[in-house]
């Protein structure tokens, strides 16, 4: 076991994952030489050789379309968009090529790609570095789409990715990169070596894709959260005192419902929480499968928590991000129901 | 400023409409065996002249002319001849099957049957093609069963596709056929990346890109031209000119580069323009090329000139934008008839020897088509399981989707 930031977390994997595996490449903007904008790829270039770790044209819908035919070929690519933010020139090879080649063709080829892109707000990144587009995968059929919350799960997430036989969306929270953050960005940063999900081995191992984890077990309401805000859900949990039972999805396609569904069935509250926009965002598909299958168990309607329906300001980057007391309001509010 | 008049926005029209007189003066045809041909491994800036003419074999008299002349043998060509046949008549009976409504949709290739025919020839096994809908002369010229075609075309009991992609959007892995998306341009660069994957890997194969005219205004031509050039990928970048993007003429998205070929030359990419309505011309341009490619010297950029003789589509009417009678006026010919004309000047073919041929590949045709039929056709006979919708979307079947499946009854 090491202590490993999420930055390193998710190097280990690729390096993990390119060491068993010479089909294994890597690249996108300034990943090579450089080693990425968040030093996610740095000294793999160096160790694996600059045919197998590559620095890219500043094109998304390049670096994806010449994934998807590596993959066709035989590769396994795990490519960087530099932001999630960025990914919108590929989303034409995201959705209409990677997602369906394997359906389109009876399987007669597939797509085994990663598209790793840092997601979430919270370091001053504005409009068009803070963006969480998730819902925009989950959408998609065909995509699988990961977010992991902290280096353990992100290291055996992203091994899991890259040995998955179709393509895995696998957003960072670019904020959770060193420390949990709780969104209480006036305090002092907590590191990851002095959390227990810091703690990584440095080996290969696997954590399924689709399999959610409670992240702190309670009997009033459910929480469903996945990336930073998991960390926030723990946090406005122990501010308000109210006994709420956090699920971290990990996963969003495909989703571990049972899971959701035996806390609602217990709690029989349920709040969703998500940086990403409010309308058409993943709560409400969250929100939706909870009335479903949990409605005689409901004691209250189900709350959303999420980003306003606006663009990511900037300056007023703390007004706009779902912090603990916007999501302790909600809690409040759905107990009193 | 006050003496300058107001701006103006320039919108390029064909020379001719619906009820004008068919004109191709602006078409330069250079006369054939007249262009070069440069060792694979100058340097593109050497060679840029090839970008703006065009590269031709037969002359109008049938004989092959000039450099690029002298590579097939009479049996190669005999084959050649035969497979544009076969694709001519296959498409035949398939547009006549979909006004019979035994499918929803065709596309067929009338004119430009030497293109892919003649490409086909210069891959070996293992090399893949990234098509467009207008490229399945790869396939017969390959020798993929013409029945498993129309299984695919009638979505039949035994569509390969399992009734899930629209009539002609085929895949081969084992022809070297990349599954044919429906949208335009993003195989493009997807192709690049094959052919940078076997570059990565060491290996020998080559990777083929196809596109239409219109479709090079697509971002992806740019991104695949732009990672080509960046890696020297063994990729081969095929524009097939057939001067009509559905209604659109090729002016509106060619701009004001002259050809299509020319956009290659900003990315330091030899281009090179080829008559694409002579077999033995594409063969000649297509061999440069893959050598290019085989010798680790990096991508080529070819433009075939060529003409769609017939509608894009059976959707699709051209009396509405174009004069009925502009494909006889068109200046190069018909790519059957042509390679015909070349076979009977060298001794190696007849008109008889031609008309037994036709009708023989007619029949070849029918029985095939029955043969599919008997698995079934759109609206009749045995059909897809509804299982299908559901079966393939992922490698394992994920819970939400069974649950669906389950819903639907299956």
Redesign the interface.
């Known amino acids: 076991m090491a202590r490993m930031t999420m930055i390193e977390a998710v190097r280990s994997a690729m390096d993990v994952s390119m060491e068993r595996d010479d089909n294994v490449v890597v690249f996108g903007e300034d990943v090579g030489y450089f080693g990425g904008v968040f030093r996610c790829t740095q000294g793999l270039q160096a160790k694996y050789g600059k045919t197998r770790c590559f620095d890219a044209p500043i094109s998304e819908s390049g670096i994806v379309g010449t994934a998807i035919g590596m993959a066709a070929y035989g590769l396994k690519p795990c490519v960087e968009i530099q932001f999630a933010d960025y990914m919108y020139p590929a989303y034409d090879q995201i959705t209409q090529e990677a997602a369906r080649i394997r359906y389109r063709s009876n399987g007669d080829f597939t797509c085994p790609i990663v598209l790793r892109m840092p997601t979430g707000g919270g370091i001053f990144g504005g409009q068009t570095h803070s963006q969480s587009p998730e819902a925009l995968f989950t959408h998609v059929c065909g995509l699988k789409v990961v977010v992991p919350s902290n280096p353990y799960d992100a290291k055996g997430l992203l091994i899991a990715s890259i040995e998955d036989p179709d393509p895995v969306m696998f957003l960072e929270p670019k904020r959770l990169y060193n420390g949990p953050f709780d969104g209480h960005h006036d305090r002092p940063v907590i590191p990851w070596s002095k959390h227990d999900l810091g703690e990584v081995p440095e080996g290969h191992y696997t954590i399924p894709i689709g399999k959610a984890e409670i992240r702190r077990q309670g009997s009033a309401v459910t929480v469903v959260a996945y990336g930073t805000m998991v960390h926030v859900a723990l946090a406005a949990a122990e501010e308000t005192g109210i006994d709420a039972e956090v699920i971290d999805l990990r996963s969003l396609l495909p989703l571990d419902l049972d899971t959701i569904v035996k806390s609602v069935e217990k709690t029989g509250r349920c709040v969703v929480v998500h940086e990403a926009t409010l309308t058409s965002g993943f709560g409400g598909e969250v929100a939706a499968l909870v009335q479903e299958h949990c409605f005689y168990h409901l004691e209250a309607p189900v709350v959303r928590v999420a980003g306003w329906d606006t663009p990511y300001p900037h300056a007023q980057e703390w007004d706009y991000f779902p912090g603990p007391a916007r999501l302790g309001r909600a809690l409040v509010e759905v107990m009193e129901a | 400023m006050s003496d300058l008049d107001r701006l103006s926005l320039h919108v390029p029209e064909p020379a001719v409409r619906p009820g004008g007189q068919p004109d191709f003066s602006n078409v330069k045809i250079p006369k054939a065996g007249s262009v070069p041909r440069p060792e694979v491994d100058v340097a593109p800036e050497e060679m840029r002249d090839l970008a703006y003419s065009i590269i031709r074999v037969l002359n109008r008299d049938g004989e092959a002319v000039g450099p690029w002349a002298r590579l097939l043998s009479d049996d190669e060509l005999l084959s050649g001849l035969r497979h544009m046949m076969l694709l001519r008549a296959f498409d035949a009976r398939m547009v006549m099957a979909q006004r019979q409504g035994k499918t929803s949709f065709y596309m067929q290739h009338l004119g430009e049957e030497a293109v892919s025919c003649a490409f086909r020839k210069v891959l070996v096994k293992g090399d893949?093609n990234?098509p467009t809908y207008r490229q399945a002369g790869l396939l017969i010229a390959d020798g993929y069963p013409m029945v498993e075609m129309m299984n695919q075309i009638f979505s039949n009991e035994s569509d390969?596709?399992?009734g899930?992609?629209l009539p002609i959007?085929y895949?081969?892995?084992e022809h070297g056929f990349?599954?044919i998306?429906g949208?335009l341009a993003?195989q493009?660069?997807?192709?690049?990346?094959?052919?940078?994957?076997?570059?990565?890997?060491r290996d020998t194969k080559i990777?083929a890109a196809w596109i239409g005219d219109g479709s090079t205004a697509e971002?992806?031509f740019?991104?695949?031209l732009?990672?080509a050039s960046?890696y020297k990928a063994p990729v081969i970048l095929n524009i097939v000119n057939n001067q009509w993007a559905i209604s659109t003429f090729q002016g509106i998205a060619r701009g004001g580069s002259g050809t299509f070929a020319a956009r290659g030359l900003g990315f330091g990419i030899p281009a090179l323009r080829v008559d694409g309505n002579d077999y033995l011309a594409v063969y000649a341009v297509a061999k440069w090329a893959a050598e290019r490619a085989r010798r680790n010297l990096g991508p080529t950029l070819i433009e075939y000139v060529t003409y769609r003789v017939g509608a894009h589509s059976t959707s699709d009417d051209p009396s509405a934008y174009r004069p009925k009678t502009e494909s006889e006026a068109w200046p190069l010919g018909d790519p059957v008839l042509r390679l015909k004309k070349h076979l009977i000047l060298r001794g190696a073919w007849s008109e008889e020897r031609h008309a037994q041929a036709e009708a023989e590949i007619t029949d070849e045709v029918i029985q095939a088509q029955k043969q599919a039929e008997g698995h079934g056709t759109l609206h009749a006979g045995g059909k897809p399981s509804v299982r299908d919708i559901f079966e393939?979307?992922?490698?394992e079947m994920?819970?939400?989707?069974r649950r669906q499946r389950q819903k639907a009854g299956y």
């Open positions: 893949m990234f390969p596709l399992r899930r992609q959007m895949s081969s892995k990349f599954t998306s949208n993003t493009y660069v997807q192709a690049v990346g094959w052919a940078m994957a076997s570059a990565i890997k990777a971002s992806d740019h991104s695949a732009v990672f960046t393939g979307v992922y490698a994920p819970p939400h989707i």
